[in-house]
């Protein structure tokens, strides 16, 4: 089998949603105030959030995937920057505030408010729900944040981490679809 021909058959999609999922699981619990201080959130946000769905979505745009390769850029870049911000003002290089951040997470809802409208139109069902879960986690985060309601961050930390679980269920169905070459799993 040939380089080229491999990486035809390879789908980058679950790398992706592996990224998203993982991250939303530590970070979720994080906001929910489940685990402690944000190191891990923040490492989470470079790996997993950041590089992981970059790399899926540069992957997806040379494989002439449009949508996933806009998505999971979009995202990955999204979380680089995040965390560059957080990292800049843990130093005290960049004054960063609860309600700029909150911000920042409700414009990235209503993104992926348009993203959830093509997987619906695809009628990519667990796409689609992962990606409404998705933006009400933005939503509640953010405005929460904005407004400093500490109990919808934590509201908006659980529905992350339901997002994360759905995620990585997604993930896990397309990747044995994938490799077994039938439908096994609902995607």
Same mark, same amino acid.
């Not at 105030?33 to 490492?43: C, D, E, F, N």
């Not at 933006?135 to 904005?146: A, V």
């Given at each position: ?7 035809e058959?390879? #789908?980058? %999609? ?8 993982l991250?939303? #699981? ?6 929910a105030?489940? %685990? ?8 989470y ?8 769905? @970059?790399? @899926? ?33 843990? *130093?005290? #290089?960049?004054l960063?505030? *609860? ?17 959830v #409208?093509v @997987? ?41 981490f339901?997002?994360? %679980? ?6 896990t @169905?397309?990747?044995?679809? %994938? ?9």
């Open positions: 089998m040939s380089a080229s021909s491999g990486f058959k390879a #789908v980058p %999609v679950p790398l992706g949603l592996y990224g998203i999922g991250a939303a #699981v530590v970070l979720g619990l994080g906001f105030g489940r %685990v402690p201080g944000p190191s891990l959130g923040i490492a946000e470079i790996s997993w959030a950041g590089l992981a769905q @970059a790399f @899926a979505g540069w992957l997806s745009i040379r494989r002439g995937d449009n949508f996933a390769g806009t998505v999971f850029t979009s995202y990955g870049m999204f979380w680089l920057a995040l965390a560059t911000a957080q990292i800049l003002a843990m *130093h005290g #290089v960049l960063l505030s *609860h309600k700029e951040i909150g911000l920042w997470l409700v414009l990235y809802g209503i993104i992926t408010l348009f993203y #409208v @997987a619906v139109m695809e009628r990519a069902v667990v796409l689609s729900i992962t990606g409404s879960l998705l933006t009400i986690s933005l939503f509640l985060l953010g405005s929460g944040m904005m407004a400093g309601i500490e109990e919808v961050v934590v509201d908006g930390g659980y529905s992350t339901i997002t994360g %679980v759905v995620a990585i269920y997604l993930s @169905a397309i990747l044995v679809n %994938v490799s077994l070459g039938r439908r096994i799993l609902p995607e």
